[in-house]
């Protein structure tokens, strides 16, 4: 089976900051890998499929990128609006997602 | 406008049994694959479950397999998740989702919660 780590498990940023966030796989999922933002008491939500593809309405500010078993969820400028958790999710053999990453405002 | 509604959860006991319902509009529900998605009280995604379109293959994460069965009624746009002999580590929120190859997890239903405790 497939496991996909994400780092940092916690994450704070101030407002207009950079942030990255880390998934990697246990071994090559040939970029089949999707980012889900999750915050309080709400289902999750696609933000970014097949690793670097914008969902329909998420804010450029979003960003994906990565290959083999290395994959990364960037953020531009951070907003409010942006604290949740992010979930990475590989479906190139079974289906796994990552332990997540919560985004916390400094 | 794509809706996913679940339905069916509540508190049981351990080893009891419970049938978790999906009921899908706003789409061509024969035409995709759906899944169970859950997550433990303050815990993590826990992928548990896929049926193809049309039923022909069912897929099961080794947590729940042998214990649950997914299944669906193109018919009623509705997908099932039957689970047996619950156990206290399957108190979690039960999501059903619609997977698109191109897309992935495109739709979410809200959640049901399903509690397991004597």
């Known amino acids: 089976d497939i496991q996909m780590t994400q780092s940092p498990s916690v994450l704070s940023a101030s407002v207009g900051d950079r942030v990255t966030l880390s998934c990697k796989a246990s071994q090559n999922i040939n970029k089949n890998l999707d980012w889900y933002q999750q915050k309080l008491g709400e289902a999750p939500k696609l933000l970014i499929y097949f690793t670097n593809n914008l969902q329909t309405g998420i804010p450029s500010r979003f960003s994906g990128s990565g290959s083999g078993t290395d994959y990364t969820l960037t953020i531009s400028s951070l907003q409010p609006e942006d604290v949740a958790t992010y979930f990475c999710f590989q479906y190139n053999s079974g289906w796994t997602f990552g332990g997540g990453t919560k985004l916390e405002l400094k | 406008e794509v809706q996913l509604v679940e339905s069916g959860g509540g508190l049981v006991k351990p080893g009891s049994s419970l049938k978790l319902s999906c009921v899908a509009s706003?789409?061509?529900?024969?035409?995709?694959?759906m899944h169970w998605i859950r997550q433990a009280p303050k815990k993590g995604l826990e992928w548990i479950a896929l049926i193809y379109y049309d039923s022909s293959n069912k897929y099961y994460a080794d947590s729940v397999k042998g214990r649950f069965t997914i299944s669906r009624d193109n018919s009623k746009n509705t997908l099932y998740l039957e689970m047996n002999s619950l156990r206290s580590e399957d108190t979690a929120m039960y999501y059903c989702?619609?997977?698109?190859?191109?897309?992935?997890?495109?739709?979410w239903g809200q959640g049901v919660m399903v509690t397991v405790s004597s």
């Open positions: 989702a619609k997977f698109d190859w191109e897309l992935g997890f495109d739709y």
């Open positions: 706003g789409f061509t529900f024969s035409s995709y694959g």
